[in-house]
């Protein structure tokens, strides 16, 4: 368990370090951590125990004693099969009742540490979301880090879903000072898009955009909204390591029916976009023969409307 622990300290250690946190913090960090860690260390555990226990056992005859006094090897770990069903027992309803407790504090108290100090969240190649920005970054450099290289934004419109404005620089500075609740960001020596959609759905085959070059951009991010310090909130509850079984089955049931919904949506979409009742609009059907003999519906169409039927299938196909 403490090989593990130290694993798991090690791999989220740039989320505790630079935060000033205190020594409760960092407990729970780590007491939260180790119910998933159960699953892996009990076989292991068991194995190293049970090799030891035995390897004893041979090593000083006592084998050989049981099997003198009448004592076979099946009685003789009988012990150890009825310890072993219990401790399985025992460790399903730990990892239905203990395990999701942890994760669901992990992740809560992970996020709640990242809101802390957020001019620290950000880590270097990767995106990182602050407030109404995804930032991404090569490389920081600096005592705190102030200093970036690389910079690529992608800011978040509040009028529409999705990232239509980017930003790319070739630096950037942090200005602000860590306990402000607004992180000035100042780059510079990049360029500017923002996509624009217009109205009339034709106009945006072209992708029509804007394009800016700056030499110098500033721009502030406003994280009144995400600097908490009730490092005890918990929102956080999407993730499926947070459920038991019970809960699973309940979300399997509700996934089931989303999922029959979205079918049912794209079924209705794709039969509007396909123009299904009008196909036969131009078609003589008095032409057509009532007693269907061909091995193919097309040969029962006249010839004249065969071409066309065509083009329309294969146009409504792309």
């Known amino acids: 368990m403490f090989i593990f622990i130290l694993q ?3 791999l989220y250690i740039a989320e505790l370090a630079g935060k000033d946190l205190d020594v409760a913090v960092t407990a729970k960090f780590i007491l939260y951590y180790m119910p998933r860690l159960i699953p892996l260390v009990v076989p292991l555990t068991i194995l190293l125990s049970s090799i030891m226990v035995f390897g004893n056992f041979a090593e000083n005859y006592e084998f050989a ?4 006094t009448g004592i076979s090897l099946q009685r003789a770990m009988r012990s150890l099969s009825v310890f072993i069903v219990a401790l399985g027992i025992a460790s399903f309803f ?8 942890g994760e669901y504090n992990f992740h809560n108290l992970r996020r709640n540490i990242a809101k802390v ?3 620290l969240a950000i880590a270097e190649g990767q995106f990182n979301e602050i407030g109404n920005i995804n930032i991404k970054v090569e490389e920081k450099t600096g005592d705190r880090g102030q200093y970036l290289r690389g910079v690529v934004i992608h800011k978040k419109s509040d009028i529409r879903i999705g990232n239509y404005t980017v930003i ?5 500075e942090l200005k602000s000072s860590e306990d402000s609740n607004i992180l000035q960001l100042e780059l510079l020596n990049g360029n500017y898009y ?3 959609i217009n109205r009339d759905s034709r106009k945006n085959i072209n992708k029509p955009h804007v394009r800016s070059y ?3 951009y500033t721009f502030n991010v406003d994280l009144e909204l995400l600097n908490s310090e009730d490092l005890d909130e918990k929102q956080l509850d999407d993730k499926y390591t947070m459920l038991n079984v019970s809960q699973l089955q309940r979300r399997i049931d509700t996934l089931e029916i989303q999922k029959k919904a979205d079918y049912l949506a794209l079924s209705n979409t794709l039969y509007n976009r396909s123009t299904y009742e009008a196909l036969g609009t131009n078609i003589d ?3 057509i023969k009532t007693t269907y003999s061909a091995k193919s519906i097309l040969d029962s169409l006249p010839y004249q409307t065969k071409d066309s039927d065509y083009k329309l299938s294969i146009k409504l196909i792309q």
């Open 8 to 10: 798991g300290v090690w």
């Open 65 to 68: 004693a049981m099997k003198s």
């Open 94 to 101: 730990f990892a239905n009742n203990v395990i999701p407790w």
């Open 117 to 119: 100090k957020p001019a």
């Open 168 to 172: 790319i620089a070739e630096k950037g």
């Open 194 to 196: 923002e996509e624009i």
């Open 214 to 216: 700056f030499k110098n």
């Open 285 to 287: 059907t008095s032409k």
